[in-house]
Every structure is written in structure tokens, then in C-alpha cells.
């Protein structure tokens, strides 16, 4: 046993709030000797944004190191479900934030703004590691004043950045996952093939119904049906390694041929046990994906509203920027892009009970 010995501790010292609720100073007091009223607002609001993000690099950190490894134990994919559930239930409540910070009027804001500059959101080195451990890439990235983000910090945290951006990000290690899947090889039964099958079933279907509708010109049924095309379109991400490999190469698509091949075959069987827990992980990437773009949407908006086309406090274009950044920065997009290639389940190909029996809880008594 340890000799350690508990002491107890008080709310006020274990939470530090001497030093948390004395770290609001106010530019306008400092500078003007009065106080503008909403600029103690506009700082608890960003305090609390750093905060949140602080825990979202927590929980990404943990389930980062779970996926770091040759085989992924599913008891950590378990771990990973529920703490990037986590996550999006902070995401949301960031969003949610903004509505308070809107309760401050653009003529609030203008008593205190010109103290910040060349204060920006931009500098926010959290929320930098934030975006790079999920596996948003330079080349994706939007310039901020023709300068690459590392720019906005000293060399300490521009080499801290750099080391995140050359290691694995959540991206690299689910791909890899997903490339390493067991049930991607099931003796006597071919995925692509059956799927193939199935695309084409399912596009006959359609074809037909557009042709014999009573509600469409001809001129709308060549449109719809040219609109639908083949298995030769989209589809060929799946169908074609070939086809796939090049629009890979042209940026269409950042995912591996094979990991594609997993996601998508977690999509359509997911009701499979086995299956059940990386269909929800793959789902917290799109539903985190999807919320980041609505909080970077949201934010614009906002900066639109405060300040319609001024420039920002550090200099960028402002609502041009951000709302840019809401369209291009997107990670998780070859996830979202799955829903395309599903199919009806009353056309799913049928599995073999031995198939079935290696994606369940299997149990053969004496």
C-alpha cells in the first residue's frame, strides 16, 4: 500500500479560480480607463472557446494513441465510439455559444474592437493542433494573408505544429485501419462482384422508372437519365482500382482503394454485430466533419453580422475568409462521399450463413 498520504483539498484551490477569474483584463479599461461593458463578454467567450477545444485535443490525443498500432484491440474501438461522442457533444455546445455572443450588438463590439488589433482568431494555436490531428492538410488549406498558418507563432510552438503535421492524424490512422480489416476476404463470396451486380440492378430500376413516367418530358427523362448515369460514373471509385488510383491522383478522393472498400462495405452491412462499432466510429467522423463546417459556417455568419465587410482585427478579408474556410476545409469528405454509393437494402447481395456466422456473435454449444 502506498504511504502516500490524501490531503483534502478546497473547490476554490483544486479549480485554480483565483487565477481563472482573474484573467479577464479588459483592453478598454487598460487603454481608455473606462470599461467598454461587452468586452468582459467577448473575452469568457473565447477563455471558454480555448477551454473546450483543450478537451477535444484531450479526448483526440486518447483515441489517436488506440488507433496507433499494428491491430486495433475492438474493445478500443468502443473507447474511441464514446469519446469522440464526447467531442461532438462539446462541438455542438461551441456552436450553441455563438447565439450569446450575438446578444452583443455590432455598435457593442465597435467600443471595443480597435484595442485587438492584430489580435485575430487566426492565432489560435489549439485550434490549429485541433484541425491537423484530424488530418486537415496544407494543400487543402485556405492562406491566411498569403502566409501559411505556422507564420501566426514563435518557433517553440511552429515546431510543435510541424511535429503534429508529420505524424499520423485520426485520417491516416482509420485509413490504415480500415485497410487492415479482417472482413474484407470471405472465402467463397466476392464483395465487388456481388456489389457490381447489384449497382446495375438498382440503375435499371431507376433507368425504367424515369422512362415510363407521365409527369416528364422527353427532354427531362434524357436529362434525369444522363444526371443517373452508369456503373461506369461514380461508382467506378468502388468498381475500378484503376479508375479509382487516378482520381486519387487528381485530388478527387484522398482514401485508399481498399479502406474505400471497408467504409463501404461497414455502410451497407452495419447491421451486422460485428460491424455494429465501426459503423458508429466511421458515423462520429462524418457527424464531427459536419459540425466543424457548421461552427466555421456559424462563425461567419456572425462576423457578418458584427461586422458585414470590414476587414478582421488581423488583417484577413474577414467574412470572405471564413465563410471560404466553411466551403474548402473539409476532412472527412471520402466518408460522407460513401452515401452515393449505397444501395437499397432490399438489393444488398445476400451473404453466405458462413459469412454471416464470421460477422456475428457466433456461439456453437457442446
Known amino acids: 500500500m502506498s504511504d502516500k498520504k490524501y490531503t483534502t483539498i478546497h473547490y476554490q484551490s483544486y479549480l485554480q479560480l483565483d487565477k481563472l477569474l482573474d484573467a479577464q483584463s479588459l483592453r478598454s479599461l487598460e487603454v481608455e480607463g473606462k470599461t467598454a461593458h461587452d468586452e468582459m463578454l467577448f473575452i469568457?467567450?473565447?477563455q471558454v472557446y480555448e477551454l473546450w477545444f483543450k478537451q477535444i485535443i484531450h479526448e483526440l490525443d486518447s483515441v489517436v494513441g488506440r488507433f496507433h498500432t499494428d491491430r486495433v484491440d475492438e474493445r478500443n474501438v468502443g473507447v474511441a465510439v464514446a469519446r469522440l461522442k464526447r467531442v461532438i457533444e462539446i462541438q455542438k455546445l461551441i456552436i450553441d455559444q455563438i447565439r450569446i455572443l450575438e446578444t452583443m450588438t455590432p455598435l457593442d463590439f465597435l467600443e471595443f474592437r480597435n484595442y485587438l488589433f492584430p489580435a485575430s482568431g487566426f492565432q489560435s494555436y489549439q485550434f490549429r493542433v485541433l484541425e491537423t490531428m484530424l488530418g486537415l492538410k496544407?494543400?487543402?488549406r485556405l492562406t491566411y494573408n498569403n502566409k501559411p498558418y505556422e507564420s501566426a507563432f514563435d518557433e517553440k510552438l511552429k515546431k510543435k505544429l510541424i511535429d503534429i503535421k508529420e505524424g499520423h492524424s485520426l485520417f491516416d490512422l482509420v485509413e490504415n485501419w480500415l485497410e487492415r480489416t479482417p472482413f474484407l476476404q470471405f472465402e467463397g463470396f466476392d464483395f465487388i462482384e456481388h456489389y457490381k451486380g447489384a449497382?446495375?440492378?438498382?440503375?435499371e430500376k431507376e433507368q425504367a422508372m424515369i422512362k415510363k413516367s407521365q409527369f416528364l418530358s422527353d427532354e427531362e427523362k434524357q436529362m434525369r437519365l444522363k444526371m443517373l448515369g452508369n456503373t461506369d460514373t461514380f461508382y467506378e471509385i468502388i468498381t475500378s482500382e484503376e479508375a479509382h488510383e487516378k482520381m486519387k491522383a487528381d485530388g478527387q478522393v484522398r482514401l485508399s482503394y481498399r479502406a474505400t472498400i471497408a467504409a463501404l462495405l461497414i455502410n451497407l452491412y452495419r447491421d451486422e454485430p460485428i460491424l455494429h462499432q465501426p459503423y458508429q466510429l466511421l458515423t462520429?467522423?462524418?457527424?464531427?466533419?459536419e459540425l466543424l463546417t457548421t461552427w466555421r459556417y456559424r462563425h461567419a455568419q456572425m462576423v457578418l453580422r458584427m461586422l458585414g465587410?470590414?476587414?478582421?482585427?488581423?488583417?484577413?478579408?474577414?467574412y470572405d475568409?471564413?465563410?471560404?474556410?466553411?466551403?474548402?476545409?473539409h476532412i472527412f469528405t471520402d466518408f460522407h462521399n460513401i452515401a452515393t454509393l449505397l444501395i437499397p437494402r432490399s438489393d444488398l447481395p445476400e451473404l453466405p450463413e458462413q459469412v454471416k456466422q464470421s460477422l456475428g456473435f457466433f456461439y456453437k454449444g457442446n
Not at 199 to 203: D, E, N, Q
Request: net charge neutral; aromatic share 2%.
Open 309 to 318: 465587410k470590414k476587414i478582421g482585427t488581423g488583417g484577413s478579408s474577414g
Open 138 to 140: 496544407d494543400e487543402k
Open 321 to 329: 475568409y471564413l465563410h471560404a474556410t466553411a466551403v474548402k476545409h
Open 199 to 203: 449497382v446495375h440492378t438498382m440503375i
Open 284 to 289: 462520429c467522423l462524418i457527424e464531427m466533419d
Open 44 to 46: 469568457i467567450i473565447h
